[in-house]
């Protein structure tokens, strides 16, 4: 499979990585400080580190599911109250009905949708960092500069690189020979094996050769995994037999597993649905658990081992902060958790949410419907009363005569005249 990295991510998810880079970086020092630098070690860290950073996000979510095993019941009734009454009056009445409910638990129908919209840039700046980890960590970083310095001082360096990336299935997003982290990106992916495939095509430049055997090695034992697997190498190379299978194949196999007890953990936990909607939601339910276990695994054979890794502690550690975090809020009678989440409601009063907005709207039009017009006919009565009416369009002639106020002709005329002056 074709590598494809960028060097530090820009766009919206730059300050998001810069953030969470710093925090590898210092991971890393630290485990270099103490007499044990190694990539696969700081991996495992900063996965537990930035799901410590996420446990309020985790709280906030699991909060709203348990208040929501409450809420959902009543909002199914709702919904069957107005099933087939796709008149605006029931409509309006029905989101009227469903704000109270919201209110009277402290609820908000995009609680639970929040911290997803907010984790989502985090994940991907995770991947990011894991992809390129050079870009992030200062000492590591100096290590490769080691080696592309005089790379990138070599004469006839971008054709040498060019066809060495080509030979070695790297591929870089808009490399640049003249771009020094672009050389970086390239040699940040160049496989356990293939260090000496990159001295031999600069067999003619003796500094570069010398560099490269200076520090490769260093290289190779900080990416090193137990087991002879290194972090930026696929796991599993079914062309080497056996030995490239095994025990490389334990990651994207965990990978599948940790998957599918986090989703088979968590959904225990969702609140219950109507009876006739149990059986898509369990149909539904059963294909995510089938798939998302079998997609990891992919995920984790296809990509470097240290995305994998990543992907197991994440799972691991993602789930015992739920079941932590569940274990807590099974501690607290549903109700006492519905008046908590009113007193947080109620600090922020005078600040409602853009969904409690859109549903306040609609109890106001529900309740002024009544003083509405029904009518043709009384749309134009109201308009003739209206005190010195008169239509914006409308000339006054000599010719005019009178006419009856009550006439089909004049409610017509009315009516007609009230559309233009809209």
């Not at 095509?201 to 995994?225: E, G, L, M, Q």
């Not at 809020?329 to 600040?351: C, M, P, S, Y």
């Not at 969904?355 to 308009?383: F, Q, T, V, Y």
């Amino acid at each position: 499979m074709d590598i494809v990295v960028l060097s530090r991510v820009g766009g919206i998810l730059g300050p998001f990585a810069w953030i969470l880079g710093l925090i590898m970086n210092y991971i890393y020092e630290f485990l270099d400080f103490v007499g044990i630098p190694n990539v696969a070690l700081a991996i495992i860290l900063f996965t537990l580190i930035t799901n410590l950073l996420m446990l309020p996000l985790t709280i906030k979510q699991q909060r709203y599911t348990r208040v929501s095993s409450i809420v959902t019941p009543e909002i199914q009734k709702i919904n069957k109250k107005y099933k087939g009454k796709t008149d605006e009056l029931s409509q309006r009445r029905m989101q009227a009905e469903t704000m109270e409910v919201y209110q009277k638990y402290g609820a908000s129908p995009t609680s639970g949708c929040l911290p997803v919209l907010i984790s989502f840039p985090i994940l991907l700046a995770l991947y990011r960092i894991i992809y390129n980890i050079p870009s992030y960590v200062n000492s590591i970083h100096t290590m490769f500069m080691t080696m592309a310095e005089p790379i990138s001082k070599v004469a006839n360096g971008s054709d040498i690189m060019t066809q060495l990336m080509s030979d070695l299935n790297i591929r870089v997003s808009g490399f640049d020979f003249t771009n020094i982290e672009k050389i970086i990106d390239a040699l940040n992916n160049v496989k356990t094996t293939n260090w000496d495939a990159v001295a031999t095509a600069f067999s003619a430049h003796p500094d570069v050769v010398n560099n490269i055997n200076s520090i490769k090695d260093t290289i190779i034992s900080i990416n090193t995994i137990p087991g002879g697997l290194n972090v930026m190498d696929a796991p599993v190379h079914f062309s080497q037999g056996m030995a490239g299978i095994f025990p490389g194949i334990l990651i994207p196999i965990l990978a599948g597993l940790t998957q599918f007890l986090s989703l088979k953990i968590t959904s225990g936990n969702q609140p219950k649905q109507a009876p006739g909607q149990e059986n898509s939601m369990a149909s539904s339910m059963k294909m995510m658990n089938t798939i998302m276990p079998l997609f990891s695994v992919w995920i984790c054979i296809s990509l470097p081992a240290g995305v994998g890794l990543y992907w197991v502690f994440n799972s691991v550690f993602r789930t015992l902060g739920i079941v932590i975090v569940n274990k807590f809020f099974n501690t607290k009678d549903l109700e006492e958790l519905a008046a908590e989440q009113q007193e947080k409601i109620a600090e922020r009063k005078g600040k409602p949410s853009f969904a409690d907005k859109m549903l306040n709207a609609g109890a106001a039009a529900s309740e002024n419907n009544g003083s509405r017009p029904k009518s043709m006919s009384e749309i134009a009565k109201a308009n003739r009363s209206k005190q010195g009416y008169t239509p914006k369009s409308y000339t006054p002639e000599d010719g005019d005569k009178p006419v009856d106020s009550n006439s089909i002709s004049s409610i017509a005329h009315m009516l007609d005249q009230s559309k233009k002056d809209d």
